[in-house]
């Protein structure tokens, strides 16, 4: 089994930052691409940002300039910081990641979500 737990969602005043932490434990042969997603209450779920293995990035237009994300391997951990962050980031954001595990094929896994509320 694989567990993504992710941490360091919160409030926080419009222009403010919040780092989001994600790691991956379990039985885990290899990780290929994580990422971060977010959901609005009444929107749907929608990518913010993902990076490979390699440490390619691919950002949400809505977060470019804003949002970096990076990952430690070692540690099958991805993060994401957000600076300047907006009332329209106010979100509950999922960490995804397509996970080898032993004895099973790739597939991907969810976190549970932490929810970012940015006030204005």
């Known amino acids: 089994q694989v567990q993504l737990v992710e941490s360091g969602g919160g409030l926080v005043q419009a222009g403010g930052s919040l780092r989001l932490s994600c790691a991956a434990s379990?039985?885990?042969?290899?990780?290929?691409?994580m990422g971060w997603y977010r959901q609005a209450p009444g929107k749907q779920r929608e990518l913010v940002a993902t990076?490979?293995?390699?440490?390619?990035?691919n950002y949400a237009d809505s977060v470019k300039g804003r949002f970096t994300i990076s990952r430690d391997n070692a540690k099958n951990t991805v993060y994401l910081q957000m600076n300047s962050l907006k009332p329209e980031d106010t979100a509950v954001y999922y960490c995804?990641?397509?996970?080898?595990?032993?004895?099973?094929?790739?597939?991907?896994?969810w976190g549970q979500g932490t929810q970012v509320t940015v006030s204005s």
């Open positions: 379990g039985s885990i042969f290899s990780i290929n691409a």
């Open positions: 995804n990641a397509d996970v080898w595990a032993k004895f099973e094929n790739l597939r991907a896994y």
């Open positions: 990076i490979t293995s390699g440490g390619s990035t």
